[in-house]
């Protein structure tokens, strides 16, 4: 079956820098496109980044921009999502998610941004 398992949540500091990971399994890894999401206490889901199934093409929400980079290891069935310069309002759950016709969803990783 398709699992999504994200990690590497933690709590840092204001301007640090911290890693996601995305284990998937259960599926063809390189043929789908995988994107971050995140959620803060109160608001709705938003996508923070996308990355396209071998990898060429990649987008990002404006607030991350030049901040956060998306990459995948097809190799690993892997997405990481590389985050610098993090702010207090990147703190949220951070998912991940397979596109495709039918969208699948890991389970989430907390990540606190505070001094």
């Known amino acids: 079956q398709v699992q999504l398992v994200e990690s590497g949540g933690d709590s840092v500091q204001p301007g640090g820098s911290l890693r996601l990971s995305c284990a998937a399994s259960g599926f063809t890894f390189s043929s789908y496109a995988i994107s971050w999401y995140r959620q803060a206490p109160g608001k709705e889901r938003e996508l923070v980044a996308a990355?396209?199934?071998?990898?060429?093409?990649?987008n990002y929400a404006d607030s991350v921009k030049g901040r956060f980079t998306i990459s995948r290891d097809n190799a690993k069935n892997t997405v990481y999502l590389q985050m610098n310069s993090v702010k207090p309002e990147d703190t949220a759950v951070y998912y991940c998610?397979?596109?495709?016709?039918?969208?699948?969803w890991g389970q989430g990783t907390q990540v606190t941004i505070s001094s």
């Open positions: 990355i396209s199934g071998p990898g060429g093409t990649t």
């Open positions: 998610k397979r596109g495709g016709s039918t969208p699948y």
